[in-house]
């Protein structure tokens, strides 16, 4: 799942993920996949699992216990007996809170209909959002999984709209990033999208009054030099 900064998010080949494991079976390498963010917010096993690929590692971090400072290394059996020869240590092993949350996180995974929640949520969210920009004469896209937006004004290559814009959400009520991807939480309620939306109406209206006088976003000035 490629999810730069600055540039509309793509979701991993296919033939790539699939080719990836046909080489690391051929040579006896492990097939890694980093799953620090997309854990547990694309599917309820690992992200590449919807592609069909089973990786022998996967990295997760706080996301299996609700933000609670956390990690993990999931493994296949063959892969055991070199995890158990590497010694390691970490600054929160014998912190009790995160792990009771992770318990109670992954019971909600296992139990629960979050994910799909989410999915809904994200995606009525980005089609009302794109709706609105574009009665209000702008285009904008939403890039990767609905529920992991990340959302990009048209021709606005250093950005000036999209932080006009979500300054405006900001002075609404409502955080929004103009550069990089988002999460929907399983907290979240439809009410919440609502609020989203009706904030929406009043940034976009904003940003359509003040977009001819624009100016460029200093600290965002190696955009235009095309150096991203």
């Not at 405006?168 to 939306?197: E, S």
């Amino acid at each position: 799942f490629k999810h730069d900064a600055f540039i509309d998010q793509a979701p991993p080949n296919p033939a790539y993920a699939r080719r990836a494991r046909e080489l690391c079976d051929q040579t006896g390498a492990l097939l890694i996949v980093d799953d620090v963010r997309a854990g547990l917010r694309m599917a309820r096993d690992c992200s590449w699992s919807l592609l069909g690929i089973e990786p022998d590692l996967s990295t997760w971090g706080k996301c299996i216990a609700n933000g609670h400072p956390i990690s993990a290394l999931l493994g296949a059996e063959k892969a055991r007996s070199a995890a158990a020869s590497i010694y390691v240590t970490g600054s929160f092993w014998y912190q009790a809170a995160p792990m009771a949350a992770a318990l109670e996180t992954l019971r909600l995974v296992r139990d629960t209909d979050y994910l799909e929640r989410i999915e809904a949520l994200g995606d009525r969210l980005a089609t009302g959002l794109v709706e609105r920009a574009a009665a209000a004469g702008f285009g904008l896209r939403c890039s990767g999984p609905t529920q992991m937006p990340l959302y990009l004004f048209d021709d606005d290559p250093d950005l000036r709209k999209g932080f006009c814009w979500v300054s405006q959400m900001l002075a609404r009520g409502v955080y929004m990033h103009p550069w990089h991807n988002m999460f929907i939480c399983a907290a979240m309620t439809d009410a919440d999208i609502d609020q989203a939306l009706d904030a929406a109406d009043g940034a976009f209206a904003a940003l359509k009054q003040q977009a001819p006088g624009l100016a460029p976003v200093e600290k965002l000035a190696f955009l235009s030099a095309g150096q991203r």
